[in-house]
């Protein structure tokens, strides 16, 4: 269910930009799990290089090439799994946070906290009638269809999430 919601968003901001839904159908579950992860990572041309590679080994490869694959696969299988499920909590590092829900909405450095360096990071979500909760992004197909849009700010202590606190409104 969430790899179709995610897919299904994903896919729209793709299919936006020039991608079509061809390309991520031909993705394994690990190797969609993965490019979901990593796709903060990644400018436009280069997930739509990524995209339009033809084999599993030509798309891993070139992950490897770009740097990309150590950033996701350093982390047990567990820890993965977390990732890709998407259950941001307090204690997980500000590189787990962009895997799991990517770039953020917003962000502000804060003062004034207990930290060397703190930030804050700004999430929008659309909740659609099927119970489907998705990342909003810039330029959604997706958002007339919310039953509800709420938002979550991530208070990141030193590149670790320290706080996140729900509101029932975009601000």
């Given amino acids: 269910m969430l790899r179709t919601a995610l897919l299904f968003g994903l896919g729209l901001s793709l299919f936006a930009s ?3 839904g061809k390309h991520m159908k031909r993705l394994s579950d690990a190797e969609f799990d993965h490019f979901y992860a990593l796709r903060p990572y990644m400018d436009e041309d280069s997930r739509k290089e990524y995209l339009k590679l033809k084999t ?3 798309r891993n ?7 990309h694959w150590d950033r996701f696969y350093q ?3 567990a820890t993965r799994d977390e990732i890709v499920a998407g259950g941001v909590e307090p204690g997980w590092t500000k590189d787990k946070v962009l895997m799991a829900w990517g770039a953020p909405y917003d962000k502000q450095k804060l003062t004034g906290r207990p930290a060397t360096r703190s ?5 929008r979500f659309e909740k659609h009638e099927d119970g489907t909760i998705v990342v909003w992004e ?4 997706t958002e007339y269809k919310a039953i509800k849009l709420f ?3 991530v208070i ?4 670790v999430v320290s706080e996140i606190t729900q509101r029932d409104r975009w601000e």
Avoid: P
Avoid at 61 to 67: D, P, S, V
Avoid at 119 to 123: D, G, I, K
Avoid at 156 to 159: A, G, I, S, W
């Fill in 18 to 20: 020039g991608c079509t």
């Fill in 56 to 58: 599993e080994e030509e």
């Fill in 61 to 67: 490869a070139y992950l490897k090439a770009a740097g």
């Fill in 75 to 77: 982390y047990d299988q």
């Fill in 119 to 123: 930030e804050r990071l700004v999430y």
């Fill in 138 to 141: 810039s330029n959604s197909k």
């Fill in 151 to 153: 938002q979550k700010d």
């Fill in 156 to 159: 990141l202590d030193d590149d």
